[in-house]
Nanobody, 118 residues
Framework: QVQLVESGGGLVQPGGSLRLSCAAS????????MGWYRQVPGKQRDLVAT???????FYVDSVKGRFTISRDNAKNTVYLQMNNLKLEDTAVYYC????????????WGQGTQVTVSS
């Protein structure tokens, strides 16, 4: 069992930056691939970025060059550095963990709101 707690969301102006954190507790964090997803009301939850246990990363096109995902296994934490934020980045951001060998064991955090507004 893994518990995930996101933090770092808030209100920011277009062009600004935020860093989201997701702290994990429970089973061995280093065995989980981690991801960030986002969701706006009335729409499906969409992938933003992922990082594997080997630190390979993936980004959706809309955030490439602006967002950076990273992990610190010593702190059981995954981060999402978001720069040059745009209005369309407004969403609830969710952290996700999937076991690298048995992905049926996967977990979600409760989400953190990011609002980009002038």
């Amino acid at each position: 069992q893994v518990q995930l707690v996101e933090s770092g969301g808030g209100l920011v102006q277009p062009g600004g930056s935020l860093r989201l954190s997701c702290a994990a507790s429970g089973s061995a964090f280093s065995l989980y691939s981690m991801g960030w997803y986002r969701q706006v009301p009335g729409k499906q939850r969409d992938l933003v970025a992922t990082i594997t246990t080997g630190d390979s990363t993936f980004y959706v096109d809309s955030v490439k060059g602006r967002f950076t995902i990273s992990r610190d296994n010593a702190k059981n934490t995954v981060y999402l550095q978001m720069n040059n934020l745009k209005l369309e980045d407004t969403a609830v951001y969710y952290c996700h963990a999937a076991h690298r060998v048995s992905p049926q064991y996967n977990y979600w955090g409760q989400g953190t709101q990011v609002t980009v507004s002038s």
